[in-house]
């Protein structure tokens, strides 16, 4: 128990350091709290900013989980990052002149858009991220999402694996940048949802040690039918020049996959790594006053519930089909991990649509493995930066041990409470024949004892014997 606690907390303090490693490594720590708290509407007035600051300000955030969590992009044997092929996303630039800038912009003093709720924590914060839940499946790359991150920093993570380096990928950024909304009372971050769209607007916010260059204004709208929009109203300085020493600046989209594999320093945990499998990065010299950015989701593999489909439709390519999943993929999303456990590629290889109705394709070119056991796509972290695999006994192997912990304790107890009534039955019948053969000494010398009433817990006295060897005498007191 004790070894085991002392490796618990050498392996905490190894995840902490590495944690501090990558933050002095990349300046990017970013703190994480869950959505709990009041909510204010969009009344801008006095009263309220100065309740949001005052709550903004005296809130403690709780640190980030998954310090360790390493990233990575994919290695040469495998496909590489591809960036803006056109596999994912299709998207245009509109300018200043173009109408479609001014459709796109979303006025959120328009009450007909919905409910506009300015986010008091992350209004008086520096380097702060939210999580909130949206009231649709938002389709991203392909995976239906219920909730996102909101971070200070121009961004929005999306990520099931909330970590230090939250800018690194798996984010929407229409300008990722070390913007401070806790200087001025000016700044806020507020978002409204309507069932139909997700709107994130960072107004009038400013860049850390850069204040007096003039404040941004701009948004991210996220749509149910998977499009996504950049809309950007005030931007005072042209973002080439912003310094990326302290945070990364960039905008666009990405996404990763997650992939466990055996750790170097323990054969028996599992290493996570976040792989980028594709990203679109816009240039920032398109980022100007009144600019905005459209992003239409294409079909993906996933999307396609049949084998069928999967392989015959003519609007995704690089499809297969994996039978023992029932799942559509080129295996290159979120979902490799599945994909790799179960071969899910040689599968692929080995038979067709036309197998599977018949019912001759042969279940043994998977893993031996249930949908039961099935790895899931957001574990949660146990010790250090790995997962320990562990595998759980039957609930009957574990109700006869506990059976025979119980039978073991009544046996114990059961030759207790024998001693017990022997030695009370000897005190009280000291001239019966069978106490007076147990206290019979046979050769060597006993010591005298004498026992003595002492209310209900007899006491004994030992008594040295004097001269020649004696019989052993035992005196009882009444019972």
């Given amino acids: 128990m004790c070894f085991s606690l002392v490796m618990l907390l050498f392996c905490l303090s190894q995840a902490e350091l590495e944690g501090v490693w990558a933050q002095q490594q990349t300046g990017d720590w970013y703190s994480v709290t869950s959505q709990q708290y009041e909510e204010s509407t969009g009344d801008d007035s006095p009263a309220n900013r100065a309740q949001r600051s005052s709550l903004g300000h005296s809130r403690i955030s709780r640190a980030v989980p998954g310090g360790g969590l390493t990233i990575d992009t994919l290695p040469d044997n495998m496909t590489r990052v591809v960036e803006d092929s056109g596999q994912y996303y299709t998207w245009s630039r509109f300018g200043s ?8 912009w979303v006025d959120m003093n328009d009450l007909r858009h919905g409910q506009v709720r300015v986010h008091g924590i992350l209004s008086n914060s520096h380097k702060q ?8 499946d938002f389709p991203f790359y392909g995976h239906y999402l219920r909730q996102i991150t909101i971070a200070t920093g121009g961004f929005i993570f999306m990520g099931d694996i909330t970590h230090r380096m939250l800018t690194t990928t798996q984010y929407i950024a229409p300008l990722m940048a070390n913007f401070d909304p806790s200087f001025s009372k000016d700044s ?3 978002y409204l949802d309507n069932g139909e769209v997700f709107v994130v607007q960072w107004e009038r916010v400013r860049l850390q040690g850069k204040e007096s260059i003039g404040a941004f204004t701009f948004q991210a709208a996220l749509y149910k039918t998977g499009s996504i929009t950049f809309n950007y109203r005030d931007i005072p300085l042209p973002i080439d020049s912003i310094s990326s ?3 990364p600046v960039k905008a666009g989209l990405s996404d990763a996959f997650m992939v466990t594999s055996p750790s170097s320093h323990s054969p028996d945990t599992q290493r996570r790594t976040l792989f980028e499998y594709h990203r679109v990065e816009i240039g920032t010299a398109k980022i100007t006053n009144f600019s905005a950015v459209e992003f239409t989701a294409l079909p993906t593999c996933l999307q396609h519930d049949n084998c069928e489909l999967c392989l015959s439709s003519n609007q995704t390519t690089g499809c297969s089909w994996c039978h023992v999943l029932q799942r559509c993929s080129d295996g290159m999303d979120r979902h490799r991990q599945e994909w790799l456990d179960y071969a899910c590629l040689e599968e692929s290889k080995e038979a067709t649509c036309e197998d599977y109705s018949r019912g001759d394709f042969d279940s043994s ?3 031996s493995i249930t949908p039961e056991t099935m790895t899931s796509l957001t ?4 010790g250090c930066e790995n997962d320990d695999l562990k595998t759980d006994s039957s609930p009957r192997r574990e109700g006869w041990a506990n059976m025979g912990v119980i039978a073991g304790v009544t046996v114990c107890l059961v030759l207790i409470l024998a001693l017990i009534l022997v030695a009370l039955y000897i005190n009280c019948h000291p001239n019966t024949a069978s106490p007076l053969y147990l206290i019979q000494r046979r050769k060597n010398y006993w010591p005298s004892f004498k026992f003595h009433k002492k209310g209900f817990q007899p006491g004994y006295t030992e008594v040295e014997g004097e001269g020649h060897e004696k019989d052993s005498i035992v005196e009882a007191g009444p019972c």
Avoid: G, M, W
């Fill in 129 to 136: 991220a939210v999580k909130v839940a949206l009231s649709f």
């Fill in 379 to 382: 574990p949660s972290q146990n």
């Fill in 365 to 367: 070119i998977s893993p």
């Fill in 245 to 247: 020493a302290d945070h």
């Fill in 188 to 190: 806020t971050v507020q």
């Fill in 97 to 104: 002149e173009d109408q479609r800038t001014h459709e796109l």
